[in-house]
T-cell receptor, first 114, second 111 residues
């Protein structure tokens, strides 16, 4: 297993376009998390899944954002009608469910909305 | 979510020990104390975690106060590669065990 993989690593898009990011977690991990990080800030929680069920969504996740994990394996994060304020690093992490386990993060997808 | 408080930044000399403090006065009995670090242009990386007892691994040591209201991450010999943002996070035991990040502490290491 090569760890958590995120694609693409970089995405430049025009305002108003839709974008989709993919995250492939560590295979035996049932938890998958999405975070957003802007310059100088810590990662902000967006949403997380246990298997295919989306258990929690942050208030930061407007209705333009949607995340799926259809078969409990990989996940996608889609942003519709992108805005310049969506420019950020989008991070994915996976772990087992218990708090006594570590989470593994991907390298992130850097989104730039122009 | 229980919150943590860390200084904004700290400087260290290479090959000297570094003690990074964290306060978590509202910690609950089932919260684990996790530390992650983030190097420039990379995703966060797990460092260490513990519940009540002090913990050691190949990267660092974690010293937890007896009342669990504070903890200290100890890097025994800082290297230039340890320069990063270090996050102290409380992670619940149960169903809601997500990681909630603060701003972290930026560690600079002088050669």
């Amino acid at each position: 297993d090569t760890g958590v993989s995120q694609n693409p690593r970089h995405k430049i898009t025009k305002r108003g376009q839709n974008v989709t990011f993919r995250c492939d977690p560590i295979s035996e991990h049932n938890r998958l998390y999405w975070y957003r990080q802007t310059l100088g800030q810590g990662p902000e929680f967006l949403t997380y899944f246990q298997n295919e069920a989306q258990l929690e969504k942050s208030r930061l996740l407007s209705d333009r954002f949607s995340a799926e994990r259809p078969k409990g394996s990989f996940s996608t994060l889609e942003i519709q009608r992108t805005e310049q304020g969506d420019s950020a690093m989008y991070l994915c992490a996976s772990s087992l469910a218990h708090g006594n386990t570590e989470a593994f993060f991907g390298q992130g997808t850097r989104l730039t909305v122009v | 979510d229980a919150k943590t408080t860390q200084p904004n930044s700290m400087e260290s000399n290479e090959e000297e020990p570094v003690h990074l403090p964290c306060n978590h006065s509202t910690i609950s009995g089932t919260d684990y104390i996790h530390w992650y670090r983030q190097l420039p242009s990379q995703g966060p990386e797990y460092v260490i975690h513990g519940l009540t007892s002090n913990v050691n691994n190949r990267m660092a040591s974690l010293a937890i106060a007896e009342d669990r209201k504070s903890s200290t991450l100890i890097l025994h010999r800082a290297t230039l590669r340890d320069a990063a943002v270090y996050y102290c996070i409380l992670r619940e035991t149960g169903a809601n065990s997500k990681l909630t990040f603060g701003k972290g502490i930026t560690l600079s290491v002088r050669p």
